[in-house]
């Protein structure tokens, strides 16, 4: 078992191998199952908050973590977080934004709100106005990370050239943004867990 812990990989296989015998578990102990509507909106469902809690935790890291502490390593540390960690956050933060945001859109067209959530639940309210507000404040961020922030990081880290005066300027930048998502991250999962379970 330490063998199996001691690597990222056989820990997710082994994770992802827990996950299906207790799914297989669960759902066919029933009895009355079938790969129907249901079960696909509570597959894209659960892929919707995996992926949801590595986007939202590495955003946490990051404002929590890893900006802050930036000022307390020496020049000769630095390269370690900006050659080697920060790009490795960014990869995983970046795509794991976009796949909560098609599958949560997924979740809503296998469920039938996808157009009253967009339109923010007018004529409906309820549910529809708490999940779009969340859908809508989830596309904000995704935008934010995908056209501010990434872009922006890119400069900082080197992987696109930049004029080194030019380079606070993009720092700050992808901060304010970064600092917008955490600003809206709560608001964003709060409608989401009003929506499923206040009405």
Not at 16 to 42: E, K, N, Q, T, Y
Request: hydrophobic share 55%.
């Amino acid at each position: 078992m330490v063998n199996i812990l001691q690597s990222l990989s056989k820990t997710i296989h082994l994770s992802a191998i827990l996950a299906v015998l207790l799914f297989a578990a669960l759902f066919f102990a029933g009895g009355d199952w079938a790969f129907d509507r249901l079960f696909w909106s509570w597959l894209f469902r659960y892929l919707h908050v995996v992926v949801g809690i590595m986007w939202i935790g590495l955003l946490w890291y990051l404002n929590f973590v890893q900006i802050p502490n930036m000022q307390k390593f020496t020049e000769e540390q630095k390269p370690a977080i900006t050659k080697i960690i920060a790009p490795a956050v960014l990869f995983y933060f970046r795509w794991a934004a976009l796949a909560t945001i098609v599958t949560g859109l997924i979740v809503a067209y296998l469920n039938g709100y996808v157009h009253d959530a967009m339109i923010l639940g007018i004529g409906s309210g309820g549910k529809n106005t708490a999940i779009g507000i969340g859908m809508w404040l989830g596309i904000i961020m995704a935008f934010n990370v995908w056209f501010i922030i990434w872009p922006n990081q890119k400069k900082v880290l080197g992987i696109v050239e930049c004029a080194p005066e030019d380079k606070p300027k993009h720092a700050k930048t992808a901060l304010i943004t970064s600092r917008v998502n955490t600003l809206l991250s709560l608001p964003m999962l709060m409608t989401m867990v009003i929506a499923q379970n206040l009405y």
